[in-house]
């Protein structure tokens, strides 16, 4: 891998956190490989995955830490909320008690990053209808009272999946036009990279990189 | 899951499934203090596979309370301490190297799942996983710590090549290699060990051994393992068991009944390594026999 030029304006951190069982790698899979993976290994501590998007007309590097769901893993999952720009916080529509842990999740997500932290709530498996479990509307409002976006996706479809890493990232990208995040605070969760000079050697959109997601 | 060889048919893996979840039950049944962590059935699928379900419970029973013990407690307090282990042994053999890592901020966490699950989680080549099993049967429970050491320090040139940043060193760590070289590297990691041992680690890195289980428990576990025959185990199985001799593998454990009192005296880790091999190859026969009768050779082919 090799240093500056890049092909890409900015880089953006991002945490995927929830339960354990709720998606949350397949959903990294499905964005970052546009597949998905029906026998998903458990999450071990930490993996990571990237994929270059666009926002706003600006090449974004998105740099996404899918974490461990199981309870005991949170003691080394936490150092890594520090200076996220963005967090995915999952849950499973089809699993209640997923829900009612979100709220101690939120209490992490908050207490660990900074202020200006986009998160947005994912109800995941949004394509197991029947066996559905928490309503949209319940889940929507959780997310009004707490300032969080909100967005129902199926890894497995695919629906919603590209979206809510992009809906997170527009609105990043929203706090770095009008100044309430500032990029030369230490921990803001972005970096600004120098662009490569115009020659039009710019990848398509959304291209994958090529060091996503393996599990 | 995806531990199971490709290609098993769905009622197969079904059964599977089911022993393997029944004997996590029953070694945690039998041992409330233990507690279940995400990797553990990464270690009890890769015994359930080589030796079947009832030899997989007791060896899962004794490396629950030995070599796996610090990361079944209800914290990731030990566990962590084990992989404080990691940084101290790479200061001593390259010191560049670790400054690096250590400038890149990208900490141990990469080496957490080769760890707990004795590199099980990410092999992806059955042959390999068994073949690190043996060297771990056979050794100190810190082991994998200096096989996950001997791998960074064999990747050093990748990894200074990196941008030392978090992200993009905990990237190339994490993914392991499929074609590392790992008798190299097994040779190289008891290396690092009879030249930094433990003692001196914790000494030098202000590590405080003495909260570790395992490692604590670990001289009362050789001394057990001192007055059992290499093949006591497999012998006594057979008895019950009534298997033929066809199915035993002939030669397997006359070699090690023989090159253990040799090679013995004096040299316990020795003796030990001859008992692992001794024992995991006559599993391994007892295991091809069965699942050949089972499964049919493509099968047999994608598992070893």
């Known amino acids: 891998m090799t240093a500056a030029p890049y092909n890409y304006s900015y880089i953006f951190k991002y945490i995927i956190i929830g339960d354990m069982g709720v998606g949350k790698s397949c959903l990294l899979h499905q964005f970052t490989e546009k597949k998905f993976m029906a026998d998903c290994p458990h999450t071990i501590g930490v993996e990571f995955g990237t994929r270059i998007m666009e926002v706003n007309g600006q090449k974004v590097k998105l740099q996404i830490w899918d974490t461990a769901g199981q309870e005991r893993f949170r003691a080394v999952t936490r150092s890594y909320y520090r200076g996220a720009a963005g967090a995915l916080m999952v849950y499973d529509i089809t699993r209640r008690s997923t829900y009612n842990h979100l709220s101690s999740w939120l209490t992490d997500a908050r207490n660990l990053t900074n202020p200006n932290t986009v998160i947005i709530l994912i109800g995941n498996k949004a394509d197991l209808e029947a066996q559905r479990d928490v309503t949209y509307e319940e889940a929507k409002q959780f997310a ?3 300032g ?3 967005l129902e996706a199926s890894a497995k479809t695919g629906e919603n999946v590209e979206e809510a890493f992009l809906e997170a990232a527009k609105r990043i990208y929203q706090n770095i036009q009008d100044g309430s995040l500032d990029l030369n605070a230490a921990e803001s969760g972005v970096q600004h990279k120098p662009s490569v000079p115009q020659g039009g050697r710019l990848n398509s959109d959304t291209q994958p990189a090529k060091e996503g997601c393996s599990c | 899951m995806k531990r199971f060889p490709k290609g098993m048919p769905a009622s197969q893996r079904a059964v599977l499934q089911e022993q393997l979840t029944d004997i996590m039950l029953e070694v945690l049944r039998r041992n409330p203090q233990l507690h279940y962590y995400q990797g553990y059935h990464d270690v009890a699928v890769s015994l359930l596979l080589l030796v079947g379900e009832r030899t997989a419970i007791a060896m899962l029973h004794t490396l629950s309370n030995h070599h796996l013990r610090d990361f079944m407690d209800p914290t990731m307090d030990r566990t962590k ?5 990691l940084m101290p042994i790479l200061e001593q053999v390259d010191r560049e190297l670790h400054d690096f890592l250590i400038r890149s901020e990208v900490g141990t966490i990469f080496a957490l799942s080769w760890l707990i699950t004795w590199y099980g989680h990410v092999l992806s080549e ?4 068994l073949r690190l099993y043996d060297f771990f049967l056979a050794s100190h429970p810190l082991m994998p710590i200096y096989l996950a050491a001997t791998i960074v320090l064999h990747r050093e040139k990748e990894v200074r090549r990196t941008e030392c940043d978090m992200a993009m060193v905990h990237l190339l760590l994490s993914r ?12 190289q990691a008891q290396a690092l060990f009879d030249r930094y041992p433990p003692p001196l680690l914790a000494k030098r890195a202000a590590l405080q051994s003495r909260t570790s289980l395992s490692i604590s428990t670990f001289q009362s576990f050789q001394r057990s393992t001192l007055h059992q025959r290499p ?3 497999l012998r006594r199985i057979t008895r019950e068991g009534g298997c033929s001799a066809s199915r035993r593998g002939p030669g397997e454990w006359a070699v090690a009944s023989t090159e ?5 005296r004096g040299n316990r880790m020795v ?3 001859v008992w692992g091999l001794s024992a995991t190859l006559g599993a391994a026969v007892f295991a091809v026999a069965q699942t050949a009768m089972q499964w049919g050779p493509d099968v047999l082919l994608q598992l070893f």
């Open chain 2, 231 to 233: 093949d006591s185990v």
């Open chain 2, 260 to 264: 253990a009192p040799a090679l013995g």
């Open chain 2, 271 to 273: 003796k030990m390594a």
């Open chain 1, 148 to 150: 969080l976006l909100f």
């Open chain 2, 126 to 129: 059955f042959r390999h996983t």
């Open chain 2, 176 to 187: 392991i290699p499929q074609d590392l070289p790992y008798e190299l590297l097994i040779g």
């Open chain 2, 81 to 85: 301490h084990i992989l404080n282990y």
């Open chain 1, 144 to 146: 009004e009272e707490n």
